[in-house]
Every structure is written in structure tokens, then in C-alpha cells.
């Protein structure tokens, strides 16, 4: 399916798109606007903190209000608008997928974050103050860290990771029953395979056997991990992708159902409307057209 949204890399954030960078650190007070689409998707990790002032985000249709004291989370591939970023005082720090596992064989060792590829989980995360306070000296030693002109990246990745249990802690410390490492492990494989297929209509027998387990056991996960059924989880992202094309294509309710696997319209529908709460052409008229103005 052709991409409908511009993706960036660390580099177009910066004003450089040429450059290569695979980890960068910016104060909103310091850098400039960056050069980018209103709406795009990152190929990377972002982590914004909030010190004074107030942000407005957009993630997929849902607007966040991120105050001070709070911190944001946007994940590649996340069709994302930063609405405001002025007076606020903050920053943001990103990171590729290759820096955080720079000397690292095992590519679980992201997928253990449960607050990164927030595909169930709140993007925005409120620590106490204390939390807070420990949270920014490690952002500040980070900042410190790439400010020198002998800065390691080794170091620079180091703090990282220290940060980034930091911020898992506090993730723990308000969720009241912590899931399993080996479950949200399989959980975000489950949904990257999803994001890989799921205008194919493939069914919860099909993406098990893909990861080599039983249907059953996919549905254990998947309630585990989210409360809700394998089969909830594919329609909850197939129907994502529906909105995106409601709100920034001109195609009709039959094609876009075409394109993500259903050959009925009339299901289709009863489909969007169980999810959104509202038909395809409703959603197209409303919801959308605030999206169509920006």
C-alpha cells in the first residue's frame, strides 16, 4: 500500500536531512522549527520532556496534552502532529533502533520497554516529582555528555539506557500487575507483523503460525498484555489504517475497504462503525475534516 505521509529520520529534525545521526538531544528553547510536514511518521524513537509550559500532541487521531513535569513517547511509523512546541521549556531526545542496540546481539532487549512501541500503552507518562527530578539530572548528564567535544557515543548510549529504565520503573511503579517480559516481547512481535500485513486480512491462526505458537496461546497474550482478544487487536489496527485514509485520501468507502482486505462493503462499515463508533462516511465528515484543515 502506497505511503499516504512523509517519514523522517533524526536528521530532517535538526535541519539536516542529509545527515546520517543516529541519536540526537535538543532543548525546545535552542533549536529551530523544524523544516517537516505538519503531519509525518518518524524512523525513530522520540522521548519528549516537559519542564515549563504546556504542548499539544497528536498521535493517530487522539490529541495529547502534555504539562510540565511529563514526559511523551512516539514510536516509528506513528502518524504524528506537534501542534505546539512554543513557550514551552523541555526538549526532546531520539534515538534510531540501531543506537539503543549498539553492542547489543538481541533485539528484545527494545522490545522490553513496554512504554516504546506504545501500541496499548498511554503515550504520556506523569512520574511523581522525585522520579521526575531523577529522570531529568540523567537528560541533563545525556545533554552534557553530547555538548563535549570528546563525547563517547558509548557513553551517550549508556546514559541512555540508564534512562530508559528510569522512565520503565516509573511505568511499573502505576501499573498495578506488571506484564511478563516474554509476553510483551511476543505481544510487539504480534504487531509488527501486524503493521507488515494487515491489509492482507490475515486471521489470528495465521499470525500465530507466523510466530510459531498456537492460537490459543496468542489470545492468552494478547489479553495478557492488552485486555483484549488477538481479533480485536488486528481490526483495532486495520481500522487505524482506515481513518488515515478517511481523513487524507479522496478514495470511496468500497475502495478503502478493497484495500484493506474487505470485499463488503456492508461489513466493512458495521466493522468501523463497532470500533469508531461511527460509520466510514460519518467519520469522513467530521472527525477528518479537522485533520483536512491543519
Not at 541519536?23 to 524512523?43: A, G, N, Q, S, Y
Not at 522521548?47 to 511523551?72: A, N, T
Not at 506488571?178 to 492482507?200: G, M, P, Q, T
Not at 466493522?271 to 467519520?283: D, H, R
Request: glycine share 4%; charged share 25%.
Amino acid at each position: 500500500m502506497k505511503e499516504l505521509f512523509p517519514f523522517y529520520s533524526i536528521g530532517h529534525f535538526i535541519n539536516q536531512p542529509n545527515n546520517p545521526t543516529e541519536f540526537e538531544i535538543t532543548r525546545f528553547d535552542e533549536m529551530e522549527e523544524p523544516d517537516v510536514d505538519d503531519l509525518h511518521k518518524h524512523t525513530f524513537y522520540e522521548i519528549i520532556w516537559i519542564e515549563k509550559g504546556k504542548s499539544r500532541q497528536v498521535i493517530d487521531h487522539v490529541e495529547y496534552e502534555i504539562s510540565p513535569g511529563s514526559l511523551f513517547f512516539i514510536s516509528p511509523g506513528q502518524l504524528h502532529i506537534f501542534e505546539e512546541w512554543r513557550p514551552v521549556m523541555g526538549g526532546s531526545i531520539m534515538f534510531t533502533e540501531n543506537f539503543f542496540l549498539l553492542n547489543y546481539l538481541d533485539k528484545d532487549k527494545l522490545f522490553e520497554l513496554s512504554f516504546l512501541d506504545n501500541f496499548y500503552s498511554h503515550p504520556v507518562l506523569r512520574p511523581n516529582k522525585s522520579s521526575f527530578v531523577e529522570i531529568q539530572q540523567t537528560i541533563h548528564a545525556i545533554d552534557k555528555e553530547k555538548r563535549r567535544k570528546d563525547s563517547l557515543v558509548s557513553m551517550m548510549q549508556a546514559l541512555l539506557h540508564i534512562l530508559l529504565l528510569q522512565i520503565q520503573r516509573c511505568v511499573d511503579s502505576q501499573t498495578e500487575a506488571a506484564v511478563s517480559k516474554k509476553y510483551l516481547i511476543l505481544y510487539k512481535k504480534f504487531k509488527n507483523l501486524i503493521d507488515l500485513n494487515f491489509a492482507k486480512n490475515l486471521n489470528v491462526s495465521e499470525y500465530a503460525s507466523k510466530l510459531s505458537i498456537t492460537q490459543h496461546h496468542l489470545n492468552s497474550i494478547s489479553k495478557e498484555v492488552t485486555g483484549r482478544t488477538a481479533t480485536e487487536v488486528i481490526r483495532t489496527r486495520t481500522m487505524l489504517e482506515a481513518k488515515r485514509l478517511l481523513s487524507f485520501t479522496d478514495n470511496s468507502i468500497s475502495e478503502i475497504a478493497s484495500q484493506l482486505g474487505y470485499f463488503d462493503s456492508s461489513y466493512f462499515a458495521k466493522m468501523f462503525k463497532s470500533e469508531a463508533g461511527m460509520s466510514p462516511l460519518q467519520f469522513k465528515s467530521t472527525i477528518s475534516e479537522s485533520y483536512r484543515r491543519r
